[in-house]
């Protein structure tokens, strides 16, 4: 009779399938932004476009994204904060889904598959969110299961 005890099961593997899935593309892509920001192509959608030129044209905008996308990556990468680095990450894909859903509807699926990533790996280590998640919290931490 197979074992089928999680320390025996194939989904041991997924929270870091999940990191690497994540941490790569992020690292890559905030290595680029913030490096060399792209800048949009032209047949961009002008609201899009203006979106776009307005963050380039604050000089710190896509720079700060990217270095966050890629200190974000490279913790997933690494196992490192791992709760902290899909908190800094979260902003970034809601943002994405919502620009990608009014202004630019050709990148929605990749944001989509992406946010749905980072909704996995939030769920995998969710028992370090809950005292972020809960309403009421003592000062100083405490225990998860506390009543709040």
């Known amino acids: 009779m197979a074992d089928a005890s999680p320390s025996r099961s194939?989904?041991?593997?997924?929270?870091?399938?999940?990191?690497v899935l994540l941490g790569l593309p992020m690292l890559v892509f905030g290595l680029m932004d913030a490096f060399h920001p792209m800048t949009p192509p032209p047949?961009?959608?002008?609201?899009?476009?203006?979106?776009s030129l307005a963050l380039a044209q604050t000089g710190y905008m896509m720079p700060?994204?990217?270095t966050v996308?890629?200190?974000s990556g490279a913790l997933l990468?690494?196992?490192?904060?791992?709760?902290?680095?899909?908190?800094f990450l979260a902003p970034f894909f809601v943002n994405s889904l919502l620009f990608h859903g009014f202004l630019e509807?050709?990148?929605l699926l990749p944001a989509g598959i992406f946010a749905a990533l980072e909704l996995a790996m939030a769920w995998a280590y969710r028992g370090t969110f809950c005292a972020v998640l809960?309403?009421?919290?003592?000062p100083g931490g405490g225990d998860c299961k506390a009543a709040g």
Not at 77 to 87: E, G, I
Not at 134 to 138: D, L, Q, T
Request: aromatic share 10%; net charge positive.
């Open 10 to 19: 194939f989904t041991r593997f997924l929270p870091a399938i999940g990191r």
């Open 43 to 51: 047949n961009m959608p002008e609201g899009a476009k203006a979106f």
């Open 64 to 66: 700060m994204i990217g």
């Open 69 to 71: 996308l890629a200190v």
């Open 77 to 87: 990468l690494v196992n490192r904060f791992v709760p902290l680095a899909l908190l």
């Open 105 to 107: 509807r050709s990148g």
């Open 134 to 138: 809960r309403a009421k919290n003592a």
